[in-house]
Nanobody
Framework: QVQLVESGGGVVQPGGSLGLSCAASGSIFSIYRMGWYRQAPGKQRRLVAT???????NYADSVKGRFTISRDNAKNTVYLQMNSLKPEDTAEYYCNVQRRLRDATTYDYWGQGTQVTVSS
């Protein structure tokens, strides 16, 4: 079992920056991908950014050039640096961890969510 603890949410003005972090513990072996999803009120949860164990990244088009995902494998932590924030970035942000076993079986784990509000 994997436990995820998120931190770093808050309120920021448009154009500002905010950094999120998510630390994984428990059965942290075989972690293949870590990432961030977000969900705004009345909307579905959507992918923001992911990073594999090999460092391959994937970003939603809406955040490319503004957000940067990174990971520290020694600390089992994934980060999301958010720059040039816009009001439409306002959402609950959820950390996601995917374990992939040798037989290709996958398991997904989710953080508790952290609120990001971009407003003047």
């Amino acid at each position: 079992q994997v436990q995820l603890v998120e931190s770093g949410g808050g309120v920021v003005q448009p154009g500002g920056s905010l950094g999120l972090s998510c630390a994984a513990s428990g059965s942290i072996f075989s972690i293949y991908r870590m990432g961030w999803y977000r969900q705004a009120p009345g909307k579905q949860r959507r992918l923001v950014a992911t990073i594999t164990s090999g460092g391959i990244t994937n970003y939603a088009d809406s955040v490319k050039g503004r957000f940067t995902i990174s990971r520290d494998n020694a600390k089992n932590t994934v980060y999301l640096q958010m720059n040039s924030l816009k009001p439409e970035d306002t959402a609950e942000y959820y950390c996601n961890v995917q374990r992939r076993l040798r037989d290709a079986t996958t398991y997904d784990y989710w953080g508790q969510g952290t609120q990001v509000t971009v407003s003047s």
